[in-house]
């Protein structure tokens, strides 16, 4: 049995640990804290119970599960819990509303109309952005900018958006106060923690797609919170599940370095119980947060791991909470309040209402009855009600004062919903230490990774790849810094992270057990053709351009009329295809051989080939196949076409004709590169419908995307089916 030692005892390494020790390792997790779920986690206020009742909750920051969450709620299905036919999972409670806050004017609250057409989005953009202080005009142009992202392809959005702040991509410069404050820096720093000025505008416009869908999509989850304090509803059950299940579960054991012999990882040096101690295993999962990692990065293991030798470039923040303990339960709200206009970039939920079955009478002095959690966003902008100063400069006491003054100056505006006779007390998470003349980065223990404008060529894949091979190949990352679909520093891409590394672990172990799912983020379907048009755009030169929304919705003479306008010599054999594609995958040619040169196969791994019907017995060269091709889901149309097979060199290169609604060659060339292969795909064909030749301007954009999208898909699907084969689970 293959031991793996992970490092780091927060979501990602008991995410890792869950899903390893559920595929028969061994496995070893190391937390330098004496507590389990890093951020996530909740704890007593020491000393605060008396009388027997238990120290009051208290946490690092309240948090909330979007419903676009699929890995970490996947994973807490399978956390038992008593009287949960779905384990933790069952503890999830739904949100109805989001507010947000003023101090003069009203608030607003999140729509729960779904738009379905182009029209619909940008009127519900407009009418979403409409705060006061905003002019229509601003808020026209700003979901104006929203569109432009949910139009354009994924190869612009990390070319070209990745690079530009948030600020400068709804350019904020010249805009008005309100806009600036609001949809320029506000909302960004509030929910992410970041300032619009410095924040990727690619990763907040996808992350806000997935908040925004998730307000006003039907069929989607809410936004959710758990029905108790975290540790007693969700990570205390799930330590207990692992230990169960045989996890050595460490405490107090801090890395200290990873010994590197200029290959593999030979060992882990923990300090346990104040001493170094080695630790050795046969695969290594670091899980812990950027700023750890960084300091056990030698330049030894960046000359074997290139991709580590940037975590310099990549910043953290601080984003911390503090929690209020009320005589009375003040509600304020079903969901959670951004405080749009507070100073500090507060954020607030009212706890006691998501708590069933929970009696805060058994916690503290028996006198509390309502939790207030807030999280403090912004720490280098000077407060305005008690204090003058930046939180970072505060005291304790000073934090508390101005928090809960910015809190009242927003939700008393009309009612004094809040009264200081109401304040039994207050708790800022211990991850904040005094005094504030300590070095700046001693002050926050747990910092929170930013995602700044260029930073994703800094971040390393979970599985230290380079694209071709394995930089250190026992050696994987399970942090929310590592590169995921979900993006964002959240536990949702640490959990994502951690399965990534464990799939990683399964190739490299040669182990037979299913892989783990990873899932990417979903976008409303109605985008889709424009998304399609974009990336021809992309691939030809061209900027994006809004104007073609109004040309699809009129049909397809507009479009063509749209695509005489692209230059002459680009527009010649527009229905000619030439592809080439680089696939890597972690199994030996012989293996891959077996799917891709047999097209009768494809069907039983590669969904965008629903239908193939061998067409003669002919063994070897002549050999021909029927073939549908499906395009992408949601768009009910196939290609149709037969192939001849016209060169077989098992196993590195098949080749085939083509003729029907494609006509031309297309083949796969294998190439062994120590445990794994290089797949090289070529085509070069054109197409033979009349149809689709007509209408070529048209038509060439939504081939070029379905290609792409059928390519990424192929690439995930033949490594699934690569792996099920192996482990012989079936699909």
């Known amino acids: ?217 039907p069929g989607r989850g809410p936004l959710r919170v758990l029905n108790g304090p975290q540790n007693e509803v969700w990570i205390e059950p799930w330590v207990s599940y692992l230990r169960q299940r045989g996890v050595h579960l460490s405490p107090h054991a801090s890395l200290q370095r990873l010994n590197f012999d200029g290959r593999r990882i030979r060992s882990a040096t923990v300090r346990l119980d104040g001493k170094e101690v080695e630790i050795e295993g046969d695969y290594y999962v670091c899980a812990v947060p950027v700023d750890a990692m960084r300091r056990v990065v030698t330049k030894e293991l960046m000359e074997g791991a290139p991709s580590l030798a940037h975590l310099d470039e990549l910043h953290t923040v601080w984003k911390v909470g503090i929690q209020f303990y009320l005589k009375r339960d003040v509600p304020v709200l079903p969901g959670y309040v951004v405080y749009a206009d507070s100073n500090w970039g507060l954020l607030s939920l009212s706890q006691h209402q998501f708590w069933s079955g929970v009696r805060l009478s058994d916690y503290g002095n028996g006198e509390v009855e309502g939790i207030l959690s807030v999280d403090i966003s912004d720490w280098h902008t000077p407060g305005n009600k008690v204090v003058r100063k930046p939180a970072d400069q505060c005291t304790a006491e000073e934090i508390g004062g101005e928090v809960w003054a910015q809190i009242k100056a927003h939700l008393n505006r009309e009612s004094q919903q809040l009264q200081d006779a109401d304040l039994l007390g207050w708790h800022l998470d211990t991850s904040i230490r005094f005094p504030p003349s300590l070095p700046q980065d001693e002050r926050n223990a747990e910092p929170m990774l930013m995602n700044t404008a260029g930073s994703w060529q800094h971040r390393p894949e979970a599985d230290l790849s380079n694209g071709l091979f394995r930089e250190i190949p026992n050696l994987f990352l399970a942090a929310d810094y590592v590169r995921t679909h979900t993006d964002a520093a959240t536990m949702e891409g640490a959990n994502e992270a951690a399965r990534r590394a464990v799939n990683a672990i399964l190739t490299a172990s040669g182990s037979r057990a299913q892989p783990c799912a990873i899932w990417p983020l979903e976008e409303p379907a109605v985008f889709a053709p424009f998304r399609a048009y974009d990336y021809t755009r992309f691939k030809l030169g061209y900027p994006h351009s809004l104007p073609l929304l109004d040309p699809v919705k009129k049909g397809l003479p507009a479009l063509s009329r749209l695509a005489s306008g692209l230059k002459t010599e680009k527009l010649r054999n527009l229905n000619r295809y030439r592809f080439r594609q680089r696939w890597r995958v972690e199994a030996p040619p012989e293996e891959v051989w077996q799917l891709v040169a047999e097209p009768t196969s494809y069907p039983d791994w590669w969904r965008q080939y629903p239908a193939v019907r061998r067409l003669n017995n002919i063994k070897g060269l002549g050999a021909s196949w029927e073939m549908q091709i499906q395009f992408t889901p949601g768009v009910p149309y196939r290609l149709r076409f037969v192939i001849e097979l016209v060169r077989y060199e098992e196993p590195s290169l098949v080749q085939w004709r083509a003729r029907g609604d494609l006509n031309g060659h297309v083949g796969f060339t294998l190439d062994g590169t120590g445990a794994g292969t290089l797949v090289t795909y070529d085509s070069d064909f054109h197409t033979g419908k009349l149809l689709l030749n007509s209408v070529a301007p048209v038509a060439r954009p939504f081939f070029l995307w379905n290609h792409e999208s059928m390519m990424r898909r192929g690439e995930e699907e033949l490594r699934a089916e690569l792996a099920r084969r192996t482990s012989r689970v079936p699909p």
């Not at 009051?56 to 949960?84: C, Q, S, V």
């Not at 619909?120 to 432009?148: D, N, P, T």
């Not at 949809?183 to 960004?188: E, N, P, Q, R, V």
């Open 1 to 217: 049995m293959a031991r793996v030692v992970i490092l780091g005892g927060g979501i990602g390494g008991l995410s890792a640990a869950h899903e390893l020790v559920e595929r028969g390792f061994d496995v070893s997790v190391f937390e330098c804290r004496g507590d389990w779920g890093g951020k996530a986690r909740s704890y007593g206020v020491p000393a605060s119970g008396s009388q027997g009742r238990s120290d009051l909750p208290a946490e690092h920051g309240f948090r909330l599960f979007p419903g676009f969450y699929k890995h970490l709620p996947d994973t807490m299905k399978r956390i038992p819990f008593r009287g949960n036919a779905q384990g933790v999972y069952d503890n999830f409670v739904p949100t109805s509303r989001m507010e947000i806050a003023r101090e003069t004017a009203p608030p607003s609250v999140s729509s729960a109309h779904f738009p379905r057409t182009v029209d619909e989005w940008m009127s519900a953009l407009e009418s979403m952005f409409s705060f006061q202080g905003i002019s229509a005009e601003e808020a026209r142009f700003f979901a104006g900018r929203a569109l432009v992202v949910l139009t354009s392809c994924h190869e612009r959005r990390l070319t070209e958006y990745e690079r530009y702040s948030w600020w400068q991509f709804v350019e904020a410069d010249g805009k008005s106060e309100a806009y600036q404050r609001l949809l320029g820096d506000g909302l960004i720093r509030r929910i992410f923690a970041v300032s619009g000025r410095e924040a990727s505008a690619r990763t907040m416009a996808i992350t806000g797609i997935q908040i925004l869908l998730d307000e006003i999509s």
